[in-house]
């Protein structure tokens, strides 16, 4: 439920081998994975990639003089 200013989970990754977890938090409406190999991904945040042909998506508009920003707080812990 991003896409506001409070901070969200957007994402919890939990490697149990290891015990590793990464958690990320945003402001974001969206989280977008990548992965490159069995050993590798990246988690974006950012608008939904069709926000600009769905009116009930957030708005990806910004207007002159319009100021965007946006918070992104990655936590990383072990079991």
């Known amino acids: 439920?991003?896409?506001?200013?409070?901070?969200?989970l957007a994402a919890r990754v939990?490697?149990?081998?290891?015990g590793r977890?990464?958690?990320v938090r945003t402001t974001q409406p969206g989280v977008?994975?990548?992965?490159?190999?069995?050993n590798a991904f990246c988690l974006e945040t950012q608008h939904f990639p069709d926000s600009i042909n769905h009116t009930n998506?957030?708005?990806i508009a910004l207007r002159p003089g319009e100021t965007f920003k946006s918070?992104?707080?990655?936590?990383?812990s072990a079991r």
């Open 71 to 76: 918070t992104t707080v990655l936590t990383f």
């Open 57 to 59: 998506f957030p708005s």
């Open 21 to 23: 977890v990464l958690e």
């Open 1 to 8: 439920n991003g896409g506001g200013h409070d901070l969200v």
């Open 14 to 18: 939990y490697e149990p081998q290891s």
């Open 32 to 38: 977008q994975l990548y992965t490159g190999n069995r």
